[in-house]
């Protein structure tokens, strides 16, 4: 069956490191593959978009991978500040190029 | 621009009400998508629309739920009858879908959905 699984439901780190999310996909061939960002009480907001053919995509402080034959993309928030706190959504198309399926995001803390 | 409304932010009605969720997207999008989440299964994709036609509609949990799009600025979700079980956050979300479609979404507040 196709499942998007992101690496933990919450991950705390101090401010300044880098923050390491993880999206694993199965049964999944996806063109493309997004970050969101949702804080509570709000729709989720887009942050990068990654396409197959590419590896990396760097954005300030945000980097995305995105490896098809591991079927994995890692999403790094460098020098992180508490700001920084919110869950983050992985998303990948589905079907339609148009269709987003999202895994069930990873909460970030980031600690003063 | 705006960005994306929804109308109601908050919704409480009693189960076998009929309710009605409504969505403005951003002007010049032709994308129109609407979810629910909730704790237990996250986002789901309930249906969306292109070019104010429906696509695909295999997210809609049973025949209680039904979608229109009248017109490229407006769209509605409606629950008929509503039960306790569609407690959820139902969100909105539109995007300008090139050919190959890999544009990004803007989402709505969403509405907050409580069945008692």
């Known amino acids: 069956s196709q499942k998007i699984e992101q690496n933990s439901e919450a991950l705390n780190i101090q401010e300044g490191k880098t923050a390491t999310l993880t999206c694993n996909y199965t049964n999944y061939s996806p063109a493309y593959l997004q970050w969101y960002r949702q804080d509570p009480g709000r729709g989720p907001v887009f942050l990068l978009l990654?396409?197959?053919?590419?590896k990396e995509k760097r954005k300030e402080r945000l980097k995305v991978t995105f490896d098809t034959t591991l079927k994995q993309s890692l999403f790094h928030i460098t020098a992180s500040q508490p700001a920084d706190s919110a869950t983050y959504l992985c998303a990948l198309n589905s079907g339609s190029a148009r269709q987003l399926t999202f895994g069930s995001g990873t909460q970030l803390t980031v600690l003063p | 621009d705006a960005g994306v409304i929804q109308s109601p932010r908050h919704e409480v009605t009693e189960m076998g009400q009929e309710v009605t969720l409504r969505c403005k997207p951003i002007s010049g999008h032709n994308s129109l998508f609407w979810y629910r989440q909730t704790m237990m299964r996250g986002l789901e994709l309930l249906i969306y629309f292109n070019n104010n036609v429906p696509i695909d509609d295999s997210g809609m949990p049973e025949d209680r739920f039904s979608a229109k799009m009248p017109n490229a600025s407006f769209s509605t979700l409606k629950i008929q009858p509503s039960e306790p079980r569609d407690s959820a956050v139902y969100f909105c979300?539109?995007?300008?879908?090139?050919?190959?479609?890999?544009?990004?979404?803007?989402f709505g507040p969403g509405t907050r959905l409580t069945v008692t």
């Open positions: 990654i396409r197959e053919n590419e």
């Open positions: 979300a539109s995007s300008l879908g090139g050919r190959q479609g890999y544009y990004e979404q803007y």
